[in-house]
């Protein structure tokens, strides 16, 4: 190791910069001529675009050289990263490198290597990493590669409750709807005016005489009648029940004795006259 | 530094442990520590002794911040890590990352117990197999073949290729993610040693990512032979190559809450019992070699070239790393939580459906400078659940303005009656999981709860109260009235 790491040192004084030379790509697909293109892939990014569909195969061929001498090297790492700048996503594909330096790389689509990370709509940037121990490190942009988008990347089932969930609202029922006022009105109308017109009319040819609706005997009763009624309009608006109750026995046992009093009264009277 | 003595009697050893337990309860019945963590000061460091001067401005700057350091050799017996059932250290850093085999409680087993009785963890792992690396797996690590250490030769530099400065700046972390390398982390840390590629698992999250250009190998082989066994591993196919900055160096896993708190009804804020590990690839990250170490770095300049050396970032990474673990930062809490109706005050027992509920809790954060809990308004992304078997309310509860650490959010009950839950649930990697959950019961209207006098019903009340009407004019009038017919008919 400590050799090594000398042996290092000693190289890296006069270190030169590995390089890629006659770097080619072809898009072979299954009908049609392959298109090969050569070009020179430089650190920065590139402006290369390269467009792979399901059915095609990209080639790509190079070969790692010293910069200074042009010779072939074998470099420990030559790999090809696919990076996707908008999702993070990234993988690493090894190429293998001859002792002189060449290197190939198929890529099908239709097959595509487990390296290749998964893909949206944006493109793959693909850059050339290239170290050695005995020569300085390069780092060269290929090109941005289009592929189809894959299925995104697994993750595991718990991963959303980590992140901001989606707001969620609850569905109410519509208020229920109610007819316009005229309509009831009318009919409120309707009601009030049909019933007691009729009753009102009956009463009329009858025509009954109430000479002791203010009679001491007769009054109490009617006003207890009345009370009760009273009472249960109360209920209606706003008592509980068991107040109602308890307002309802009292009022219960007067309207007992005022009742007694009344038929008492009406009997005594009936009675007189038949007399 | 202070090192425990071991008592040699059992009789003495008892009392001492007797003594001991009585001032721990003391210590953790007055309201702070004295060390900037939110769980206690005691730390202890497994370590061959001989190296204890490899690690002083790390173990020197723990100091300072008040924590207590006790050491152990891996193969010493004493001082245990659980004795009685209980944790003897709040927090356990293992800087031992070489070392084969340990001392008999130093094992899987009690390292995760240690987790689950509210110890915390800094464990770094070797290039050798030892218990961590086959604990590792167990907190979804993958860690590439032994002897496979991290390699990179970018940038260009005169240390050997397994001695990589990683860039903090450029780390990616993700919004809601707390960010344990805080900015004063500043130039490159240098690192050395093993790599993990992390599982998908929410409860783990990277801290540091390796650089893109790095990867695992073996690199004392000749140069055409790595890189065969580079494109042969790859061509395996899944795990084979470990490479780019998908892997980590530093992971942090915040355990889940431990001890049966935080779940059934009205259970209370949770977070005593949750423990962090910190996962780091290679001891030497804490090491005063790299703390001192520079990083040279060529800045490329108009007129040429210019070499630059910079202190690293090491000093202040391995005490960021180690706060984050033993619960400095990122350490939450909920004090209160008060729900009530819109325009009234005080608790209601129960809701009617449909009522406007306006739910409202109060967050702390503990702040390691002044160690004490500071109410904390810097949630973002707080939401609450209004639950019965599903949610059906989910709403975000945000900070209130003028009241510190204070969240309010009002919402419209459901139309469904049943036995609710408030729940608020706020896991976000590297802060502390947050759980609350209230019952509350949401009942239909009372019989008189309904709205009163529509104008539907006009014609009924009408109706009802002409009968009402009638009966006692009938009453009146057959009471009061004279029977005319009658006395003709009885007169015939």
Redesign the interface.
Known sequence: ?KA??LL??AT?AH?AKLSADSVKYSIISAKGEPSTKSFVPTEKPSSEVVTLSGDQTLKLSLQVVDQATGKGV??????L?F?DEQS?E????????T?SGKAKFDLSMAKP???LPPTSTAPLKVTL?L????H??Q?LELFNLHVPASHPA???P??V??????????T??PDPK??P?AI??L??G???VV??SI?LGLWLSVS??????F?PN?LP??AS??AF?FL??RYW??LKLGDVLTYGAFLGVVTVFTGRH??AS?ADRRLG??K | MRTRSHSKSPLSWSLFTLLSVILSALVQLSSAGKSASSTGDSVLVILEPAKKAEYSIFLDGLEKKGYTITFRAPKEEHPLLIEDGLPNFSHVILLASDTKSFAKDIGPQSLVQLLSLGTNLVLTLGLKQNLLTSLAPEFSLLLPPPATPL??????R?D??NVIPIDVSSQ?IPN?TFSVLSSQVTGKVWFSGTPFALN???LLFPILHAP??S?A?D??DA??L???A??D??EK??EG?W????LSVVAGFQTLIGGGTGHGPDAGSGEDKQTRAVWVGGSSLFSDEFAKKQVVEKIIQERGMKVVENPSGNKQAALEIAGWAFQERGVLRIDEVTHHKVNQTGPVEMYTT?DEIVYTTRISSFNPSTKKWERYSGLK?L?L?FTMLD??????LLPVSGKPGTYSTTF?A???HGVFKFVI?Y???GFTHLHHTLSVAVVPPRH?GYP?F??????Y???A??T?????LF???Y????A?EE?KN?KE
Not at chain 1, 90 to 97: F, K, L, S
Not at chain 1, 131 to 134: A, C, E, L
Not at chain 1, 161 to 170: D, G, Q, T
Not at chain 2, 391 to 396: G, K
């Open positions: 190791m090594a790491f290092f040192l890296a270190a074998q470099p420990e790492q030559a790999f990263r990076y993070g990234e993988g690493i594909q090894p190429i293998r490198v002792s290597p487990a390296s990493l170290g050695s121990s005995s300085s490190p780092k697994p993750v595991h718990d991963e409750k980590f992140h901001l969930l989606p707001e969620l609202a609850h109410f029922r109610l007819p006022r009831s009105a009919f409120t309707i009601i009030l019933p007691w009753l009954p005489q109430v000479p002791r609706l009679s007769i009763f009617t009648l009345g009624e249960l309009y608006v706003d009344a038929l009406i006259s038949q | 390699v990179s030769f970018f940038p260009e005169s050997s290729p990616f809601d998908p698992n929410p893109a250009e990867f190998a690199t004392s140069s055409g790595v890189s065969d580079l494109a591993a790859s196919g899944g190559l490479a780019g900055s998908s449909n992304d939401q659940e949610p059906h309310v989910r709403t975000a419209r459901p139309d469904r649930s896991q976000r990697k008189d009163r529509l104008s539907a019903a006009w014609p009340y009408a109706g109260i002409s009402s009407v009638g009966f006692l009453c009146a009038i009471v009061a009235g004279e005319k006395k009885k």
